[in-house]
């Protein structure tokens, strides 16, 4: 059966599961197959400022948001390591819908954390229902009967447009001194939220991060996840979902997916690189002659660096998928050595990648300054992705070196 996704043909079976299992393989390479057509409807995305519909669409139709989704709801419960070579094949198609998809993927990991009546909410009535998030305490809490009200305006809710949930970080609001507990993440309807269409930028630009607002919106207590629960290890939703992959401290993952894209993105920008560079013809300065660039030296060079520099994050990021993993299916505690030294392998993993877009992108000529050209625009959304404050290696770098020395780590989010 042939199906199609925006026009293009997908020679392979990407239908619904009908409750079975559907195999690592099988989902990694279901991704594999959306890669083409995610490129051809890149500009589209960056224009529209959000990821298509089709898009979106086509990705709940692969199953690929059901990787992290516990079974009691039709999930697979795969590891880190599958949902990483997942979020990788989605983010060589397109930069921006895989960073939505790599991030809000992870959400279905979280949502299956909170106690099971939440998730009866969200997916009760719709288990294709995904949830956006914008995790900065941006937000108030007032108790009230049998919940909280919570008001606030948070930045950077990536997908928000494609998602029927979201949730955001908030504080409770009080006077006295703040408990351990007085903050975590609040789950509500998109249709409880305004959002406000700020965003215009420059990398990214199809991830449609704009601002929510909401006012005096009613959270029942079922709704509310503390920061502390999401960190345990002992989330209430693991008397539901006992999978170790619940246990998973949440802020872990969170690192892990951005990287993930970030990675994808560079696998993309390579692939149009080497497909480019091998029909081209230059007469540069320094030759006296009509050559193929393909030929030139320097350009090999770049290609090689490249290629190692992906190579080498990936398998650094899969090394540690499988360590975390392991380590919590053994029932052992992550200890802060072990978490700090995931987070700084994750965010060099961003560094390599992204030195290998720079690379190749300053080797291209002046053809990958057009803006029609996906070369620049892989630059640009890999630029923005190591921005992030998880990502950046100036920040992490120093935090992952701190605690090696012996130094506390010093992060509420840690």
Request: glycine share 10%; proline share 5%.
């Amino acid at each position: 059966m042939v199906q199609e996704f925006g026009g293009y043909p997908i020679p392979r079976h990407i239908k619904r599961s009908n409750g079975s299992i559907v195999s690592s393989e099988e989902l990694v390479e279901r991704a594999r197959l959306l890669v083409p057509q995610l490129r051809v409807l890149q500009e589209q995305t960056e224009t529209d400022r959000r990821v298509p519909r089709e898009s979106f669409q086509a990705l709940i139709d692969a199953d690929l948001y059901r990787v992290l989704m516990p079974k009691r709801f039709g999930g697979f419960e795969h590891g880190l390591d599958t949902y990483v070579d997942v979020a990788f094949e989605v983010a060589r198609g397109c930069g921006s819908t895989g960073w939505v998809h790599a991030i809000t993927s992870t959400y279905q990991m979280l949502l299956a954390m909170y106690p099971l009546a939440a998730q009866d909410d969200v997916w009760g009535a719709d288990r294709r229902a995904v949830s956006a998030a914008a995790f900065a305490p941006a937000g108030k809490l007032t108790p009230v009967e049998g919940g909280y009200l919570l008001s606030g305006k948070w930045m950077f809710c990536s997908g928000i447009d494609n998602c029927d949930w979201v949730i955001v970080g908030a504080r409770f609001a009080t006077g006295e001194a703040p408990p351990p507990d007085d903050r975590g993440f609040a789950l509500v309807p998109k249709t409880e939220f305004e959002t406000e269409d700020n965003w215009h930028v420059v990398g990214l630009a199809g991830t449609g991060s704009k601002n929510i607002i909401c006012s005096d919106v009613f959270v029942p207590v079922h709704r509310f996840l503390t920061a502390a629960e999401a960190r345990s290890g002992r989330p209430p939703g693991t008397m539901a979902n006992p999978a170790s992959l619940y246990r998973i401290p949440m802020f872990t993952v969170i690192s892990i997916s951005l990287c993930a894209a970030i990675m994808g993105m560079a696998q993309g920008a390579y692939d149009e690189f080497v497909d480019g560079i091998r029909e081209r013809i230059t007469r540069g300065a320094s030759i006296t002659k009509a050559a193929p660039m393909a030929e030139i030296p320097a350009v090999q060079l770049r290609v090689g660096e490249a290629q190692a520099s992906i190579h080498a994050a990936r398998a650094l990021i899969d090394k540690d998928c499988k360590a975390l993993m392991a380590t919590v299916a053994s029932g052992g505690e992550l200890g802060v050595d072990q978490r700090a030294r995931f987070k700084g392998d994750q965010a060099f993993a961003a560094r390599l990648a992204t030195e290998a877009v720079d690379r190749l992108f300053k080797g291209g000529g002046g053809s990958g300054l057009f803006t029609q050209s996906r070369m620049q625009r892989y630059w640009r959304d890999v630029n923005a992705g190591a921005m992030h404050i998880t990502m950046n290696w100036d920040v992490i770098g120093a935090f992952s070196g701190r605690v090696a020395l012996g130094l506390p780590p010093g992060s509420e989010q840690f």
